[in-house]
């Protein structure tokens, strides 16, 4: 994100995002900044997940976390990390 911007304005669209790391999303997101001596908003591109795929994932690590042993265990955390 740039710094010093003076607003903003974000749009969801129904598009696949791929990361750098090959992470792939179901939605984008345009964040329009309106940066000082810029005419024209910049706009960054962003990986878009909905709050409950985001809840929903977490509760089934939770849940497989309790039901492991400690090494499994250590795998999970290592996917929480993502």
Do not use: D
């Not at 809840?55 to 929480?80: D, E, M």
């Amino acid at each position: 994100m740039l710094p010093g911007h003076t607003s903003f304005k974000a749009e969801i669209k129904k598009l696949k995002f791929e990361t750098e790391a090959g992470v792939i999303l179901p939605g984008t997101a345009l964040i329009h900044l309106q940066v000082p001596g810029k005419e024209k908003p910049v706009v960054e591109l962003m990986g878009y997940l909905e709050e409950i795929s985001v809840l929903n994932r977490y509760s089934s690590i939770q849940r497989l976390f309790r039901s492991t042993t400690p090494v499994c265990q250590k795998a999970i955390l290592t996917l929480k990390m993502w």
